[in-house]
């Protein structure tokens, strides 16, 4: 079985080894980006590997261009 591309936020924290809570405030300060689908935030795979490595790096938060 393939692996999600999207998933929801405690599966997001639960992935990237944080807190339900830590991954909610890391998605409303657009540290990680989500796809908002009614009330859920659901969080590309992609998109956490691209936080960890963004931490690995600094912690550089992206800008819109």
Known sequence: MTE????????A???AGT???A?????RSGA???IQM????????TELEAWIER???GGDVPTDA
């Open 4 to 11: 999600p591309l999207l998933v929801g936020v405690r599966q």
């Open 13 to 15: 924290a639960a992935i």
């Open 19 to 21: 807190g339900r809570d």
């Open 23 to 27: 991954m909610y405030e890391l998605v």
């Open 32 to 34: 990680v980006r989500s």
């Open 38 to 45: 009614g009330r859920r935030h659901l969080i590309p795979r």
């Open 55 to 57: 931490e690995m790096e």
